[in-house]
């Protein structure tokens, strides 16, 4: 059973770091184009970052280049969100994505919508 489970969500002041990870298990991240995104109240779910399953590739939403880093690390399975120099309308609860094995979903945006596999989600809150 494939499950992506996100952690590291919590309350931050504006101006403050938070690191989230994305812990997968019955899939092998190396092998997958990973992504985030995340989903504000009343709007709808936004593109955050990617990493190409080489990691020779990321591609980062115009909102949050400069400010979050995306990474992943093969050995524990997991993909992690470095989020700096928050802003209180970065407050959603955000998710993290698998693609498809081994097909390029990096910089090919809408492909995003059919990712297979999607975590539940963990709230991010960032207080002014």
């Known amino acids: 059973q494939v499950q992506l489970v996100e952690s590291g969500g919590g309350l931050v002041q504006a101006g403050g770091s938070l690191r989230l990870s994305c812990a997968a298990s019955g899939l092998t991240v190396s092998t997958r184009d990973m992504a985030w995104f995340r989903q504000a109240p009343g709007k709808e779910r936004e593109f955050l970052a990617a990493v190409s399953w080489s990691a020779r590739s990321t591609d980062y939403a115009d909102s949050v280049k400069g400010r979050f880093t995306i990474s992943r690390d093969n050995a524990e399975n997991t993909v992690n969100l470095q989020m700096n120099s928050l802003k209180p309308e970065d407050t959603a609860v955000y998710y993290c994505?698998?693609?498809?094995?081994?097909?390029?979903?990096?910089?090919?945006?809408?492909?995003?919508?059919?990712?297979?596999?999607w975590g539940q989600g963990t709230q991010v809150t960032v207080s002014s």
């Open positions: 994505a698998a693609s498809t094995e081994y097909i390029d979903f990096i910089k090919r945006r809408p492909l995003w919508t059919r990712a297979p596999y």
